[in-house]
């Protein structure tokens, strides 16, 4: 079935650092890729998406882009901040079937 | 504020006992989904319902439940609780025209003693 892996936690950066999360799917289909965002003491809530391939997502200075040639959908930023700290979690969703990832817990010093 | 609403926040209980945990999805949205996040396995997905039916099953024991009324609230229930059922139980909602996002509430936490 479909599924999706994405590197594994935690990560610990600095202030204006360079993230990258690692995420890579296995499906049947054409699915849509997310990122979700979960911040301490919440819920996940969408961050970016891209339903097609070749597609960029971006929100709040992330980006992740859809290659469907290595089925893999890494999501970057050019400089973290604190408040970036939160768990990151890859997830894909075909027919409305939504799968997620184990998450990446990203911690970031000041 | 995703408009999901979850009660209670937290609950705990002792191996053996029962309890149901409840879900009020966003205005407008027919489907609801039920998620456990545990500190070892991550996300896992147990059971989606569509405007009252069931859509789609995932990891869900057979101690576990879930119904969605008519008025679209779903109810999990956890039966012949064991230790390791203590996570957290997340609901999420999406809308008719499923565009793939869903809407979470911020989630009750299961500690069983």
């Known amino acids: 079935g479909d599924s999706v892996t994405q590197m594994e936690g935690p990560v610990t950066l600095s202030e204006e650092a360079f993230l990258t999360i690692n995420c890579t799917y296995t499906a049947t289909g054409y699915p849509s890729l997310f990122w979700y965002v979960q911040y301490p003491g919440e819920g996940l809530q969408l961050l970016l998406k891209a339903t097609k391939a070749d597609d960029k997502g971006s929100n709040k200075g992330f980006e992740a882009t859809y290659r469907k040639e290595t089925t893999s959908f890494h999501l970057e930023k050019g400089s973290v901040q604190v408040s970036d700290s939160a768990v990151y979690f890859c997830?894909?969703?075909?027919?409305?079937?939504?799968?997620f990832g184990a998450g990446t817990r990203l911690t970031v010093k000041p | 504020d995703s408009g999901v609403t979850q009660t209670p926040k937290h609950l705990i209980t002792a191996t053996g006992q029962r309890v149901t945990l409840r879900c009020s999805p966003r205005s407008g949205d027919l489907s609801v989904y039920w998620y456990q996040q545990s500190l070892d396995q991550g996300l896992q997905f147990l059971i989606q319902?569509?405007?009252?039916?069931?859509?789609a099953k995932g990891n869900i024991l057979e101690r576990f439940s879930a119904q969605q009324f008519p008025d679209l609230h779903s109810e999990l229930n956890l039966s012949s609780l064991e230790l390791g059922d203590s996570a957290l139980y997340f609901c999420?909602?999406?809308?008719?025209?499923?565009?793939?996002?869903?809407?979470f509430g911020e989630g009750s936490r299961l500690t069983v003693l």
């Open positions: 999420a909602s999406s809308a008719p025209k499923n565009t793939g996002e869903l809407f």
């Open positions: 319902y569509y405007n009252g039916e069931e859509r």
């Open positions: 997830a894909l969703s075909d027919w409305g079937d939504m799968r």
